[in-house]
């Protein structure tokens, strides 16, 4: 069974306050994009009840215990009784970007199994098994844009079509972890909510939807703020940095002609598609 499990990009990213669990409540907005993983799995024919993953692509040199598509398939078997299984995953979106890309794995790969196996979950249930493995998992079963709270992971539907946008993802090709973005970052509970933020029009958003972690990442690694910089030169109506980053977006009112500097950070988000 083969699946392309998608990335995401973050339009906003409000830090509410911080929590008595040491995480922190946040508002954000989850939007599904073209970029995607492939990931296949086939049953062992030896009946082992052994399950294996190779990894190709960007990520090829980590470790496959670790990788958030084992912990799935553990997960599910702390439930249900299936075969094992080979998997397979080739990554095409890079590890810490912000884009999502091993939650949408995992998440994908609890879809997979749930429908090949015939478990019979429904999406509520899934997304609880989801959010055991990462906070924004969750979003990735149905992969439909979210306004999201908490630490991520209570989804709510909120009416934003960026369709008829050409949406352009540059990646430096560094990682940044989500401690560094919270590193120095104050929460503000106060002002209007990403809610109302959102509700305006897109050419107001430059200075009003902000992503609170990009004033740290930008200090620590200055190439994102400037590649942020180029997609507003290059004519994006809004740019921002993805989640906890390093990637960054820029939303065009039509296809843009990008300048020679930056295309060796543009993602291609029509692979495996």
Same mark, same amino acid.
């Given at each position: 069974m083969v699946v392309f499990p998608r990335a995401k990009i973050n339009i906003g990213l409000r830090i509410v306050e911080k929590r008595p669990d040491g995480y922190h &409540?946040?508002?954000?907005?989850f939007y599904p994009v073209d970029l995607s993983d492939a990931l296949e799995f086939v049953v062992r024919k030896d009946n082992r009840k052994h399950d294996t993953l190779r990894v190709t692509g960007l990520m090829k040199d980590d470790d496959p215990e670790n990788n958030l598509? =084992?912990?799935?398939? %553990?997960? =599910? %078997?702390?439930?249900?009784?299936?075969?094992? #299984?080979?998997?397979?995953?080739?990554? &095409? /979106?890079?590890?810490?970007?912000?884009?999502?890309?091993?939650?949408?794995?995992?998440?994908? =790969?609890? %879809?997979?199994? &749930? %429908?090949?196996?015939?478990?019979?979950?429904?999406?509520?249930?899934?997304?609880?098994?989801?959010?055991?493995?990462? *906070?924004?998992?969750?979003?990735? /079963?149905?992969?439909?844009? *979210?306004?999201?709270?908490?630490?991520? &992971? #209570?989804? *709510?539907?909120?009416?934003?079509?960026l369709s008829q946008y050409h949406i352009v993802i540059l990646y430096p090709n560094l990682k940044s972890s989500t401690a560094e973005a919270y590193a120095g970052c104050v929460p503000s509970p106060s002002g209007l909510s990403l809610r109302q933020l959102l509700n305006l029009p897109l050419t107001e958003w430059r200075t009003r939807v902000v992503n609170d972690f990009e004033m740290n990442i930008f200090r620590l690694y200055p190439l994102v703020g400037r590649l942020k910089m180029a997609l507003y030169e290059a004519g994006a109506t809004y740019a921002s940095m993805s989640g906890s980053g390093s990637a960054v977006y820029g939303i065009f009112s039509e296809e843009p002609e990008l300048p020679r500097e930056i295309l060796p950070y543009l993602l291609n988000t029509g692979d495996l598609i």
């Open positions: &409540n946040i508002e954000t907005f598509v =084992m912990k799935a398939v %553990r997960l =599910m %078997r702390l439930s249900f009784d299936f075969p094992g #299984i080979r998997v397979h995953l080739h990554k &095409n /979106i890079p590890v810490g970007a912000g884009l999502g890309g091993g939650s949408s794995d995992a998440a994908w =790969m609890l %879809r997979a199994l &749930n %429908r090949y196996f015939g478990f019979g979950l429904n999406s509520e249930e899934l997304r609880s098994f989801a959010g055991r493995l990462g *906070s924004d998992a969750p979003f990735f /079963i149905d992969s439909t844009p *979210s306004f999201a709270e908490g630490v991520g &992971n #209570i989804l *709510s539907e909120f009416p934003l079509d």
